[in-house]
């Protein structure tokens, strides 16, 4: 079984991909990727079958690395959501399973009719504090 604590982790500089380096092997983990497949009970559920699909994350970055103790790395991205702690056996699994769990995200996104691209209406809300259409607006 290969190592799976990386040698090297890096954030590209356009903090849109961490590449992860396994015995000189470099694996490229979009920051979208992360985000949709973030080990936190946000995406995950609290119990099994209680996964929420991660939507609208194509543009999200890494904002931030943090490590926590000899086991894991936190990410911080650009949508606001910190609260996964990626460990390296996830992080391996990440890795080495990319083109499986991808085409997975993207078959259930279109199962749900969902898009990876983000609703510019629910961004403005967002952005003006509307609470997506409370406030009386077109949000």
Known sequence: MQHIVPDEIRLRQDRTALVLV?????KTLPAEYLRVY?????????APNQEVLQTGKADVTVMGLE???QYAVKITFSDG????LYDWAYLHKLAYQYDELWADYLRRLQAAG???QAD????????TGCGGGSCGCKH
Request: glycine share 16%.
């Open 81 to 84: 959501h910190d609260s996964g």
């Open 67 to 69: 490590p926590v103790g």
């Open 114 to 116: 969902a898009s990876r």
């Open 38 to 46: 973030s080990p936190s009970a946000e995406v995950r559920g609290h």
């Open 22 to 26: 396994y015995g000189g092997e470099p």
């Open 120 to 127: 510019p209406d629910r961004q403005a809300a967002v952005k």
